[in-house]
Nanobody
Framework: QVQLVESGGGLVQPGGSLRLSCAAS????????MSWYRQAPGKERDLVAA????????NYADSVKGRFTISRDNAKNTVYLQMNSLKPEDTAVYYC?????WGQGTQVTVSS
């Protein structure tokens, strides 16, 4: 069955960095686009970044452009989200998504 397991979240100070990972299994990872979403308390779950199956094209929410980078390693069945210059408003649970499947999420808290 499809499994998506996120890791790498935590508490970081404003201006800091984190790298999230999403390990995928149960499907042919290299054939599918992947995406990251986030959901802050009391808000909807929003798209953060997406990447094509080969990694040759990406897109980002305006709020994270220039600060976040999505990438993937098809040999490791893993998609990453490098987050730099983090802001308190980036605080959320971050989810990995493949078609209709979601991971369990990883908490990112940006606070001094």
């Amino acid at each position: 069955q499809v499994q998506l397991v996120e890791s790498g979240g935590g508490l970081v100070q404003p201006g800091g960095s984190l790298r999230l990972s999403c390990a995928a299994s149960g499907f042919t990872f290299s054939s599918y686009a992947m995406s990251w979403y986030r959901q802050a308390p009391g808000k909807e779950r929003d798209l953060v970044a997406a990447i094509t199956s080969t990694g040759d094209s990406t897109n980002y929410a305006d709020s994270v452009k220039g600060r976040f980078t999505i990438s993937r390693d098809n040999a490791k069945n893993t998609v990453y989200l490098q987050m730099n210059s983090l802001k308190p408003e980036d605080t959320a649970v971050y989810y990995c998504r493949f078609v209709q499947f979601w991971g369990q999420g990883t908490q990112v808290t940006v606070s001094s």
